[in-house]
């Protein structure tokens, strides 16, 4: 039998309405989940404010955390996604399935392990991460505590990131992208029903938040489960470390993990530097990053995880201009829609922050301190994005190599700008240190892949990111006019008096957008696709 017999009949989404809809479907089922991430943090920044007890979480919680992020949307996607979508090509879904077993069984082995070690020595890992917490009586013993908890959250997290890379390569993308709301919803009704019974059961309030994460983590896995039996998926007890398929995502997820981690690490830099500024730096920071990651994952992230899987499908056949008009198309969607959410939330900081987050122990002091710390984030807002399309295009490629050498350079400059920027800007210093490193991750990235494809429609891609600068000035020079307008009218201290003057600040900004939108054309500068 031919190796066309064996091909699954899927139909990929090649052309550019079908990436815009990949996206769109991805985008809306992250805005589900990334607003209940808000809601989250609401009930969090209420029961908790910025407190030791919240530092202490957020400690604990980074190191899974970060195992998460780069797990769901980095070096698992960037690794399995290749190819799992090679397997399903060239050889089938009984083979695909397979390899998702093996995949699967592996990874429970390697990080029930991780969890076994980081148990037993969580003490001596967080004293050496977040030393300062000892100067507070009790807010070190408390993270380590926090952290022996969190961490099997870790095994849910990757299993539920395999699952997501196999529905991702047969072009399910709305269930996985919402799945991670499962995490927020476990963790928001842990927080009601969970919070007031610690105190009875000898335990800090802040422990039902560590449970919460351990239910959403299960929860995630959960609900992909249906649509993987669907498809066909059927669990094995499988483990083969020989087996070709597993040792190449194995030796990808090595430089894929470095490759997709400068973000992550960043953050986690940020975190252990914010332990030395004093209560509450690394939870204004954490808020600050949340409530940025927004349009990271509507803009970035859904739209990277669209293109990957057509890129690799590309790569699989040879087909260097497929993937040279994909990659091009999906950075120009980005710039259109980042540009203006990165205008948007420098302007607009206090009045989104004080809506979201100034209830119950979060005070005024809070939502100036993290505002300052979402503007000075937003200003990485492209790079951050620009990195979740082009990484991953290397390792479909099979070019690990220019992202590895990329994401470590750019740790090592938000390293050194973090330094130096904290003397003098305090906890501010580390988020525009973190931006910094962000722009210029992106920006060698896109140029890299400029020349490892024979260019990029980089013509059109500046007339693209020029007509989006001056839509999304007109927006937030609109968006600010209105809120100042407005505070005369609706001064500070009622919450439908702050929603409505944020509302008609928004309103009128997206009304300016899209009239300039229509005015500048901005979409026909967008390289078309045959057959779009």
Not at 389 to 408: E, N
Request: glycine share 10%.
């Amino acid at each position: 039998m031919s190796t066309s017999e064996h091909r699954p009949e899927i139909k990929p989404p090649a052309d550019g309405l079908r990436l815009a809809r990949s996206a769109g479907l991805t985008g809306a089922a992250t805005l589900a989940s990334r607003v209940l991430g808000l809601a989250r943090d609401q009930v969090l920044a209420a029961l908790f404010g910025a407190g030791n007890d919240m530092d202490a979480f957020i400690v604990a919680f980074r190191i899974p955390n970060l195992v998460r992020d780069l797990f769901a949307e980095g070096a698992m996607s960037a690794a399995f996604v290749p190819t799992f979508t090679r397997h399903l090509t060239l050889h089938g879904k009984d083979a695909a399935w397979r390899l998702g077993n093996n995949l699967l069984n592996t990874l429970v082995l390697a990080t029930a392990a991780l969890v076994a070690v980081g148990i037993v020595f969580a003490r001596p890992i967080i004293a050496a991460y977040a030393g300062d917490f000892a100067s507070v009586p009790g807010k070190l013993e408390l993270a380590i505590q926090l952290t022996r908890v969190t961490l099997p959250f870790l095994v849910f997290v990757a299993c539920a990131a395999a699952a997501m890379g196999m529905l991702n390569s047969l072009h399910h993308y709305f269930v996985p992208a919402l799945s991670p709301a499962m995490f927020n919803i476990a963790t928001i009704v842990c927080a009601f029903a969970l919070v007031p019974l610690m105190p009875a059961a000898g335990l800090p309030r802040i422990m039902a938040i560590a449970i919460g994460a351990l239910a959403g983590g299960a929860g995630q896995l959960a609900v992909q489960w249906p649509a993987l039996r669907r498809e066909g998926f059927r669990y094995e007890p499988y483990v083969n470390l020989a087996d070709p398929g597993l040792r190449r995502v194995l030796m990808l997820m090595g430089p894929g993990t470095i490759g997709l981690a400068a973000t992550q690490v960043n953050i986690f830099v940020n975190t252990l530097l914010a332990t030395g500024e004093g209560t509450g730096a690394v939870s204004w920071l954490s808020y600050a990053f949340r409530l940025m990651y927004l349009p990271i994952g509507l803009f970035g992230v859904s739209i990277g995880t669209a293109v990957l899987p057509a890129v690799s499908r590309h790569a699989a056949e040879g087909d260097v201009d497929g993937i040279r008009r994909t990659v091009s198309r999906g950075i120009a969607m980005m710039l259109m829609l980042n540009v203006p959410a990165t205008f948007g939330s420098i302007v607009l900081s206090t009045p989104i922050v004080r809506l979201l987050f100034e209830h119950g122990r979060f005070q005024a002091a809070d939502t100036a301190m993290t505002a300052d710390a979402l503007r000075f984030y937003a200003l990485g807002l492209i790079g951050y994005s620009a990195v979740r399309i082009a990484s991953p295009t290397f390792y479909a490629l099979g070019r690990s190599r220019v992202p590895v050498a990329v994401s470590v350079g750019a740790i090592i400059l938000n390293i050194v700008c973090s330094v130096v920027l904290v003397g003098t800007m305090g906890f501010r210093g580390l988020a525009l240190g973190t931006s910094i490193a962000a722009l210029a991750n992106g920006a060698l990235l896109i140029a890299f892949l400029r020349r490892h494809l024979n260019g990029i429609d980089g013509a059109r891609l500046v007339i693209a990111l020029t007509k989006s600068v001056a839509a999304g000035s007109a927006m937030a020079a609109t968006a600010w006019i209105v809120d100042v307008e407005m505070r005369g009218l609706l001064p500070d201290g009622h919450f439908l008096a702050q929603a409505t003057r944020l509302a008609c600040a928004i309103g009128g900004g997206l009304a300016v957008l899209a009239a300039s939108a229509k005015l500048l054309r901005i979409g026909t500068e967008v390289p078309r696709i045959p057959g779009s």
